[in-house]
Nanobody, 115 residues
Framework: QVQVVESGGGLVQAGVSLRLSCTAS????????MGWYRQAPAKQRELVAV???????NYADSVKGRFTISRDNAKSTVYLQMNSLKPEDTAVYYC?????????WGKGTLVTVSL
């Protein structure tokens, strides 16, 4: 059973940066892709950013230029560097990983951005 655990959320003011981390219980080389989704109150879960094993990335339009996804396969960890945070980035951020046809989700970490 694969487990992915997020960390790094919190309450921050608009304009600052925050980095989320997600560590998997198995080798990251077996996980493709790894990434982040988020769910704001009363909204559906949406893709934030994913990274495939070859380095290909995909970002939501709303975070392009502000957020950067990276992964350290040796540490089985994927990161989400979030810069210039906005109140509309407030959400629970979920780590996502896939291995073969199975998806794995973390329990989420709350990011709250205040004015």
């Amino acid at each position: 059973q694969v487990q992915v655990v997020e960390s790094g959320g919190g309450l921050v003011q608009a304009g600052v940066s925050l980095r989320l981390s997600c560590t998997a219980s198995v080798s990251a080389f077996s996980l493709n892709p790894m990434g982040w989704y988020r769910q704001a109150p009363a909204k559906q879960r949406e893709l934030v950013a994913v990274m495939f094993s070859g380095g290909l990335t995909n970002y939501a339009d709303s975070v392009k230029g502000r957020f950067t996804i990276s992964r350290d396969n040796a540490k089985s960890t994927v990161y989400l560097q979030m810069n210039s945070l906005k109140p509309e980035d407030t959400a629970v951020y979920y780590c996502y990983a896939a291995r073969r046809s199975t998806e794995y989700w973390g329990k989420g970490t709350l990011v709250t951005v205040s004015l």
